[in-house]
Structures are given as structure tokens and as C-alpha cells.
């Protein structure tokens, strides 16, 4: 069993935040992948469901970013679960908007959920890191993830979300690779070679065939020393 955690604050007033992306990538596994309705547990939202072969717990704690590690030390202690089988989702400054990357274990490089998640389960739990940027300057980095996503922003937020959800099989049974390359099938796509200018470019240039020469021997040797 794996217990993924989506970090965030609750109520409407922060759904949107650029700091709920956590909360955002559990809602669209939730929906995707037919999980049960959400219900109140361990000091959060939780549902379970299957993803691939493996049974999935969604948490996303309601205790406000900085309490998130009570919720996932409930839940963690309660199904007897290790560090190891629990992955974080997360928003990350240093990561560029759309960017994702996957962590085992580490420090929290200041993020106030990781901080408290580490005090109560310890480092060596999985992460998601989900790029939102970073706003250039220390002091409006709390007013940056506090507040909601650009509308500019919806379209790179959507593919990655979808990615995120096209690859969560994989990141439940610990194939991060796959994962990862599930998000960058959405985020990243390869460009198609069978367009038109690639093929008037591909296409190699022919010479005409030459014309058959049909002159008699005394004239070939007339023509030859003129």
C-alpha cells in the first residue's frame, strides 16, 4: 500500500494558490482514476482506490501548510506504514513553472509542510517536486505562493496535472522513469518529422536521366575533334 499526500492549505479561499498544487495533482488522480469520494480522516480529506496493482491512499491534511506532518503521521502510524511508502506532493520555488521532479528522501530546503512532515515521520519519504518558479526576491516569496495561479498560466498547469495523473500507476509501483516520462509525453510532446516542409527538406534531389546517345561511331569521332 502507498499513501500519496498532497500538500496545501484547505477552504476556497487558497483552492487556486500556486502552494495547493499538491492538493490540485491529488484531486485529478482522485477523478481520473475512479478513487472513492473524499471523507474526513487523520486530521485531512482521504480516499482509496487502486492504481495499477496497487491499493492507493490520497491525503491532502487540513491542518494548514505548516501542521501538515500531524495528518500524515496519523495516517502513516494507523495502515503501519514506513517513510518509504509514502510520496509527497509539493509545490517547489526552484523549480521552473511546469518542471517536475522525483526525490527520495532529503532535506525540506525550507518549505514549511516538508519541515513538518519531517518532524513527525523523518526524511526518507518520496516527493513530487512541482515547479511553480520563483518570484525573484526572498521577501515576496509568501505573497507568491498564496496566490492563485495566472489565467496565462492554465494551459502548461493543465498538462501537467493530466501528466501527473497519466503516470501515477507507475509512480505506485516505483518506476519513476516511466513516471516521469508519462508527465513529459504531456508537458513536452514529440514534435512530428512527417510534416510537409520536413519532407520537401528530407527529399533527395534527383538528376533527369540522360538522353540516349544514338550517334553512329564516325560521328562520335567527328565530334570529338571539334
Known amino acids: 500500500m502507498k499513501l500519496f499526500v498532497g500538500l496545501g492549505n484547505p477552504g476556497t479561499k487558497y483552492a487556486g494558490n500556486r502552494h495547493n498544487i ?5 484531486d485529478r488522480i482522485a477523478d481520473d482514476h475512479g478513487f472513492a469520494p473524499w471523507r474526513g480522516k487523520f486530521q485531512g480529506s482521504l480516499t482509496e482506490g487502486r492504481l495499477g496493482t496497487e491499493k492507493v491512499l490520497l491525503l491532502k491534511p487540513e491542518t494548514f501548510m505548516n501542521l501538515s506532518g500531524q495528518s500524515v503521521g496519523e495516517a502513516m502510524r494507523f495502515y503501519k506504514l514506513t517513510p518509504e511508502d509514502v510520496v509527497v506532493f509539493h509545490d517547489e520555488l526552484d ?6 521532479r522525483v526525490k527520495q528522501g532529503g532535506g525540506h530546503a525550507g518549505h514549511n509542510g516538508l519541515r513538518s512532515i519531517h518532524q513527525h515521520i523523518g526524511e526518507a ?5 512541482i515547479g511553480i518558479g520563483h518570484p525573484g526576491r526572498k521577501d515576496l516569496v509568501s505573497h507568491y505562493v498564496l496566490h492563485d495561479f495566472h489565467k496565462a498560466d492554465q494551459d502548461w ?3 501537467l496535472l493530466r ?3 497519466d503516470g501515477a500507476a507507475q509512480l505506485a509501483a516505483g518506476d519513476t522513469g516511466k513516471f516521469m516520462n508519462a508527465v513529459s509525453l504531456r508537458t513536452a510532446p514529440p514534435r512530428s518529422s512527417k510534416t510537409p516542409a520536413a519532407k520537401s527538406a528530407e527529399a533527395p534531389q534527383t538528376e533527369p536521366d540522360p538522353k540516349p546517345d544514338d550517334r553512329s561511331a564516325l560521328q562520335k569521332l567527328v565530334d570529338k575533334f571539334r
Open 163 to 165: 501528466g501527473i495523473s
Open 125 to 129: 519519504y518520496g516527493r513530487v517536486r
Open 95 to 100: 523549480l521552473a513553472p511546469g518542471k517536475l
Open 157 to 159: 498547469l493543465e498538462d
Open 22 to 26: 499538491g492538493f490540485m495533482a491529488l
